[in-house]
């Protein structure tokens, strides 16, 4: 079982940026591929950004693709995801997920707010 809890969300004007943070605990996350997904208000989760721990390689939905990045800190196993250039669109809830590539089990996080005000 990996616990994760999200912080950092907030309300930014457009143009601007910000940071949420995710910190995993019970389980050491060398199998796992981390990552953020977002929803917005009566629409699908939808896929953001991921981090195979491991490696560290990342990938990008190619709407935030140049705009936001995806970084671990192996110290403090945790996951972040640095937003700039916010537009309305990004607003949503972010939920942080961790993924084993061992056996495909999901975890997620409680989600944090983000709202992009124009």
């Known amino acids: 079982q990996v616990q994760l809890v999200e912080s950092g969300g907030g309300l930014v004007q457009a143009g601007g940026s910000l940071r949420v943070s995710c910190v995993a605990s019970g389980r050491t996350l060398s199998t796992y591929t981390m990552g953020w997904f977002r929803q917005a208000p009566g629409k699908e989760r939808e896929f953001v950004a991921t981090?195979?721990?491991?490696?560290?390689?990342?990938y990008y939905a190619d709407s935030v693709k140049g705009r936001f990045t995806i970084s671990r800190d192996n110290a403090k196993n945790a996951i972040y995801l640095q937003m700039n250039s916010l537009k309305p669109e990004d607003t949503a809830v972010y939920f942080c997920n961790g993924r084993n590539r061992l056996n495909s089990n999901d975890y997620w996080g409680q989600g944090t707010q983000v709202t992009v005000s124009s």
């Open positions: 981090i195979n721990w491991s490696s560290g390689r990342t």
